[in-house]
């Protein structure tokens, strides 16, 4: 089991940068795939990055593809997530999820992959 820590959040401009870390606790974080999701008001948990168990690949959401980086530093059981050109619409509550598995390619694209999630961290982008 591992348990996740979101931190980073706040209030940026738009077109601004926002740098989210999340900390894993567990001997075992190189066995889990990461990923970052989020959820806006009204609308459902998605998927906006994953990264496979030693971060050799990637996968970001069209919609945050060029500007948002995923990347994890196993020996500090720490992932982050860079945002650049921050937009209004990237406001929503950003987690931090984990999904054990035995694969070096698995790279959850669905949020019901994951099974252990953060308490979230707020990003808000004003226009």
């Known amino acids: 089991q591992v348990q996740t820590a979101e931190s980073g959040g706040g209030l940026v401009q738009a077109g601004g940068s926002l740098r989210l870390s999340c900390a894993a606790s567990?001997?075992?974080?190189?066995?889990?795939?990461m990923g970052w999701l989020r959820q806006a008001p009204g609308k459902e948990r998605e998927v906006v990055a994953a990264?496979?168990?030693?971060?050799?690949?990637?996968y970001y959401a069209d919609s945050v593809k060029g500007r948002f980086t995923f990347s994890r530093d196993n020996a500090k059981n720490t992932v982050y997530l860079q945002m650049n050109t921050l937009k209004s619409e990237d406001t929503a509550v950003y987690y931090c999820?984990?999904?054990?598995?035995?694969?070096?390619?698995?790279?959850?694209?669905?949020?019901?992959?994951?099974?252990?999630w953060g308490q979230g961290t707020q990003v808000t982008v004003s226009s």
């Open positions: 999820a984990a999904n054990p598995t035995p694969y070096g390619s698995s790279l959850p694209t669905f949020s019901n992959e994951y099974a252990y």
């Open positions: 567990g001997r075992t974080f190189g066995t889990y795939a």
């Open positions: 990264i496979t168990r030693n971060g050799d690949y990637t």
